[in-house]
Every structure is written in C-alpha cells, then in structure tokens.
C-alpha cells in the first residue's frame, strides 16, 4: 500500500540536527549536482554520479573505432582523423554479359505497378534481363512458394553458369537452377543458404540452351517484405565487383547530421552512399532504417553523394541535389555509419560507383539534448552499480528522444504539424518513428522530469494533442496521419501525462487550460465505450478496429483498458481537487471504485490467481492488464501477490518478462517483451512488498539491452531468443522503455510528488537488496533531497530528507517486520507498537515532515 493511503496523522519535525547513522554500512560522501565550471571562474569536482553519465561531452561528436574496412581502402583510420586520409578507390567494371536480342522472360507471378518517390515503377519478370540495375522482378506471393523465373533465349547459348544479382531488401537464399535440353528440364545447380546480393552460380559443366529456369523455395526475410527479388540474371559468371567501404563505430546510438570532411576525389563523378545502423547485425549496404521505408521518402535505404573533386565538407541533409538524383535522408540516429565509394544507377551520370575518393574525417552534428554532468538537475546513485548505470542509461536514451520537431525529420506519414515545427518535443524514437506519442510521454515524461526538467518538451505535445481533440472527446495519440491513428488506450495516456506534468512542474496554468478537455474525453467519449457491466469494451461505438500501444487486435472487456481507465480517472480526480473541482473529482473517485470492482467481478481468474486478458476469446494473462491492476489497488493485497507470483512463474525470460503468458493473441506473445508495459509491473512489485523480485526483474531487462548491441541504450522491444523484436525495424533508442529510472528515483529512493510542483510529496524507500541509495529530484521550489542507509541485517535504517522551504510531505520508513524505536531528528516518535504523531501498517512507520533537513533513524529494539 502507497504512503499516500497510509498517512492521515501528522508530526511536525524539529529544526535539523544531524544525526550519525545507525548503520554498518556506510555511504559515499554526498554527491551534489553540476560540475566543472560553475560560471564562477572556479573549477568544481565532477560529482560522484557523473561516472555514470552517457552523453558526449560536446555537440560535434566522432566515431570511436573503424569496425571494419573493405578491398580498395587504404588508411582506414584516416576517417578517424588519424594519420592522414582514408582513400577508397575503385576501377571501372568490364562490361557485363547479356542474352541475346529478344531474350524473354516469364514468371509464376510478379508485383503490380505501383509509384515509387512519386516515380511509376514496375516488377514485370523482363526486368530481370534488361541490363538496368534500376529495374527488378519481384513475385506477388509474400512468404509463399515456389516463386519461378524462367528466361528464354530466341537461340541456344553456351553458359558456364549464370550470376543472379538479386537485392539488398532480401535475397533469395534457397533456389535451383534448370536448363532446358530441347525435351526436358535438367537440373545444372542448387543453392541453400545464399546471403549474396550477387552470386555467381558454376554450372559442373557448360550447358548450351535455350531456357533457364529459377525456382525459389526460400528469400531472406528482412523486415521489409519477403518477396522473391531479382535485378538481373546475368549469362555467365560475373566477378563480384565490391564497393571499397569504412564502417564506423561511434560508439553508441547517436542522432543527428552525418557530415563528411573529403579531402578530393577523381574528377570522374565518384559517388558515394552512406549506409547507418544500430546494431552491426542490421548494417549492411542499406541502413536499418530511412524515412523512405514509412513511405513519402527520396532515399532508396542509403544516403547518396556526388563528390567534388576539390576538399570540402560534406553536412547531410534532406533532399537531392540534382531533381530527384543523388538524394540524402538528413538526420539518422544510429551507432554504426557505413561509407561506400558506389553509385544508383538512377543517378548517373551525377555519380559513377568507380573513382577515388579521399576522407579526412567524419563526425555528427548532435541534435539532441546534451545531458551533461553540469545539465542535470536530479540524479541517482546507489550501492548498485549495475542499477546506477540503468539510471543513467535510461536518461540518456531519453535525451535522444529530446529533440525540436522539425518537418524534415520526423515521420513522413502525415506526421507534421504547424502546431509543433519549431517546437522542442519527446519523440519516440532516436532512429524511428520521431512523431510524439502520448503513451510514450507517460514513461518519457517522468524521466525528462527527473533529470533535466524540461517539462516544455512533454507540455507542448499534450497541449497539440488537446488542441487537436475530436468533437467527441476523443484525444489522437500523436500527429501521424493527421491526427487520425485509432488508439483505444492513448487518451488515457493524455489524462495520466496531464497529470505527471502538472505533479512535477507545478504548472497548473496548463491544468486549468486544458481541463475541458480532460472533463471531455472522461466524460463524453470513454462512457460511449462502457458497457452494461460498467467495463470499456473495444468494439462498442465502432472501435472494433482501434489499436493501442502493440496495434493489437484485442476485442470485449480488457483487463489492461480497464485498470488503466482506473488511473487515468484516479489522476483526473487529483487533478480537479486541486484545481478547485471538487463534484468532478468525487465523481470520478466513485467511478474508478466502480470499474475497479467490475474487474473483480468480472476478470478475476481465480483458477490461475491472475486477471484475464480479455473476457472473450482465448484464456491468456498479460502483464499489462495485472501490473496496472496491482498498481492501482485494483486488487487487493492477495490478489497482487497473487498476480505478481503468476507473472513471475509463467512469464521469465532471460531478458525481462514477457507481455503475454501464452501465444494466443500474437504469435510471439510469450517471447516478446516490452520495457514499457514491465514499467508498471516493476513499480507493482516495489509497492506491493516485493522489492527484491522487481530488482531483479529490472537486471534482467536492463541486464539484457545494455549488455547487447548496440548497448546503454533502452529498446523499443526484444522479441524471441533476446533478439531486436521486429527486426531492423526495431528502434534501439526508445524513450518509453525508460521506466527503470522513475522506478528507481520514484519507486526504491522512494520520493514522489503528491501535489502539484512538489508542493507535497511523499519519502517511502523500498530498499530490496540495495544497502544504500540517494538522489535529488528537481521541483520548481528547489532540490529535494532524499539519501538512507540500510543497517547490519536490517536491524537499522537511516533515512535524510532534504525538502525545499514552501512544502510538506509523508514520510515512511521500513520496520521489515521488527519491533522498532523511530527517532526524527534525535527525539523518539516511535517505539515499540506505539508512537507519537507517527502511524504503522506492520511494515512501515509513516509520520509528516514539514520542509528542510531532517533525519530519521530506525533500531530494532534489543540490537
């Protein structure tokens, strides 16, 4: 049970008097926040934390490593700046081989015409022998085979072997080669296995024919559509012709504008394409991920650049340079940059794929928040390294994610928005989507707040979402598709977001703005949704199609919808009271006591001891629906405990716990984990006596990412066997996955805003097995200050509250089940089974604090 439930009798503390601890275990000295030059002219001591911090000193930032080089580059390191300059060089091809003059070529399907960057473009099997690399036959069967090619000469030719150049969208792997004898096909080679984009296939002898035949049985699946894809069949054995390439290493997911320093090049029209990735895994000779792969884009997976001929530095941007050739991406947020001396076809004669070229230096322009030591206005440090390096990971993904919303780079799905150019924002994604999404600022919001306070960057999207409500209340989770995207859960997000933003910066300016809008989408569009049993149901008022956070295809009465509509109603109900709305906020208290007993009633799984998913369909338990049940007080003590144990027995993996306890709803549903819904469940855990188990359910999880390339940074979502969970879709970099950091400030330091700005607040440590941990957190009436100390066997606890002139709080220390005496700031409050102005619920005396420095010391009585 929260401090806030427990605490109604009140002590007012005495001045502060520093108290020696009562513990074995002694704390590092205090850490204090900034460093280095304070404007004073003077040079301060990093802090103790800064250790931990993992954003780049500077906004120019510099790859670390050369990760590997290709033939024809000399001095690789000279990209680095390192002994003179990396040189790529590249010899003109020989011509290829071609079929002979009206050679044919049919197939078992092909792709529809389509429009591609605005450019018509069509998969006709001929492509596949018309000699232009611009042009490839692609089946119309996705995943299903066999996809058969058959190329037909008008007069036999004598064929060593052939060359299938296929593509880097994916390649086909398994496939036969037949010719035709005049009476029969013959089989001339298999292949299995194939990752080539081109691949020369040596027949055992030559074969003179009139026909080929190419069946595939099997194509790469990337991500990007597992089609059959061909852009040429070459007559003959073709050297593979590989691009000289650097790949670099910048040593963590990074964001911003690429830039280039050449130092010349032939004056032949070399060109060069830059390829990005998170991961080495995903970096090939396209990136993971460009805007074109979301559609409305110029980029065909690579960055393209004509190189002048004389030195000058290259700055990534978005556009072409000539019309519609040698375009370019812009921003990237990526750990590894792959540069190739190579060209599109598409943009001759702008650029050849031969030449030389010569590199300087590359680097980034950093566009994110820089969160150095000196930017930080809360921090966390503990005994636990390991925990202290997921903080602060934690806040540096979030940083990525803190950038200005600008048209140029953010979702090209319709996502751009007069009411956000220009303005600083919490994206999603370093690398993807870029959009803000109000879920995600449910997570994203708390961790910018307990950091670096920015609380501009979460205001501005939740005051665009409320300017953009529909008529009937209903609140658009972010800007893509011109504010149309059905989510069914997001406006609850808008509601619970509200409330975080106003708790943590006291802008209650924007509480008394937007309220309307809150009292709407409450009170308008949520009942149109609500069935006779007092539940949301999706399906009602044509939400059959709504998706939510996974775009999952649940229907009926979700336990998940329905705890967290319990929130979003608890947080509105807050938010009223201290806006002066008294009849609202009694209202919704009294609906939120009436869903949370519907989904007793009706979703309680006393067979399993864990709520249903959904009451229709297949029996499944998500993690979603019990953490939020357990969090909110939905349930009861034993049916959190309950709940928690059945999520911790039937959901484990080695990287988290999975979403799902079974595969019923989504085919990996008990391999796919996502950070963001473990962040409820972890914060269920500390606050329902279980601190241990969400300690080490946070290792795991966060063990897991920062251990995996591309390391540090927190992922969008892993998926089976630890894997990036949608492949290079994936956005490594997500700031919804960042939950561990409000888990461990809010949560295991145990501070927490009450009112709005941390006019009260409330100090509950849930040490687990952490000896020691101290923090600061930022309000607008200055730092509060939390540090305790957990004695030899827990026989003693020392707790230090720091709190800022203008606020009160609730404080609560642990007894772990002993008869204790409590001291507040040296005089006796508690002893025994008694106490003076001071309360106890058997695992925690709880007394109020007015502001300033106070200590409070726990002995077991008889130690």
Partial sequence: MSARKLLQRKVILLAAVVVTAIAAVSVPAAATAGSGSAGDGHQHPQPSWAKYVVAPSSRDVHPVRVVASATGVTNPNGALGQGGVATLTRPAPPPTPSWPANTSATASSFHAPNTDNGQPRTYAPDNAIDGALSTFWNDDTIASYPDVLTITSPAAVSLPGITVLSSSDGVPQDYSVDTWDGAAWQPAATVTGNTDVQHAIIFAQPVTTTQVRITITKDQSTGKGEFSRITEVYPGIVAPDTAPSITLDFGKVVVGYPKISFAGASADHAGVRVAFSETTQYLTNVSDFTRSDNGNAITPGTDQVAVAAKP????????????????????????????????????????????????????????????????????????????????????????????????????PRGADSPGLDGKLVLTDGAKRDRDPYVGDIAVSGRTDYLTHAVGAAAANVLADLANHQR???????????????????????WVTSSWDYQLYTGDTQYGRTYYPNLVKVLDN??????????????????????????????????????????????????MAKSLGHNDDATRWVARAKTVSAAINAHLWDASTGAYLDSAVGAVRHAQDGNGYAVLTGVADPSQATSALNYL?????????????????????????????????????????????SAIEEIKRLYGWMTTHDPGLTDWEGIGAGGSM????????????????????????????????????????????????????????????????????????????????????????????????????????????DHGHDAHSDGSYISLHSSSGHHSITVSTIGH
Wanted: hydrophobic share 35%.
């Fill in 471 to 493: 008529a009937d209340g209903w609140i658009p989770p972010a800007s893509i598709n011109n504010y149309t995207l059905p989510l069914f859960d997001y406006p609850m997000y």
């Fill in 312 to 411: 000058y530095t290259w700055t990534d941007a978005h556009g072409c340079a000539d019309g519609t050739k040698v375009c370019a991406d812009g921003l990237h947020g990526f750990r590894y940059m792959k540069i190739s001396l190579d060209a599109l076809a598409a943009d001759a004669p702008d650029t050849q794929a031969h030449g030389t070229v010569k590199i300087s230096g590359v680097s980034l322009d950093f566009t994110a928040y820089l969160g150095t030591p000196a930017s930080y206005k809360g921090w966390f440090e503990s005994s636990d390294n390991a925990l202290n390096q997921y903080w602060y990971d934690a806040s540096y993904t979030n940083e990525l994610i803190t950038d200005t919303f600008r048209s140029d780079d953010i979702d």
């Fill in 525 to 574: 569009w949520y009942p149109s949704v609500t069935d006779a049993n007092g539940l949301l149901q999706k399906g009602l008022n044509g939400t059959g199609g709504y998706g939510d956070y996974a775009f999952l295809g649940r229907t009926g009465e979700v336990t998940y919808y329905n705890a967290l509509y319990v929130m979003a109603l608890q947080d509105a109900a807050a």
């Fill in 648 to 692: 911790s027995t039937n959901t484990a993996t080695p990287y988290g716990n999975s979403f799902m306890d079974n595969n019923t709803l989504v085919s990996d549903g008990k391999q796919r984990v996502y950070a963001f819904t473990s962040y409820p469940e972890i914060q269920a855990r500390f606050n329902s006596g279980q601190a241990d």
């Fill in 725 to 832: 969970y949608e492949g290079p879709y994936t956005s490594a970099a997500h700031g919804w996955s960042t939950g561990v950091l409000p888990a461990l400030t809010n949560d295991l330091l145990g501070a927490t805003p009450t009112g709005p700005g941390f006019s009260t607040w409330t100090v509950q440590p849930h040490p687990g097995t952490v000896t020691w941990a101290r923090g600061q957190l930022p309000t607008p009436h200055g730092a509060l200050d939390v540090s305790w100390t957990v004695g030899t066997e827990r026989h003693a606890f020392s707790l230090t509250v720091d709190a800022p002139r203008g606020t009160s709080g609730d404080i609560s220390v642990p007894t772990n089940g002993k008869r204790v005496q409590v001291r507040v700031d040296g005089q006796l409050v508690w002893d025994g």
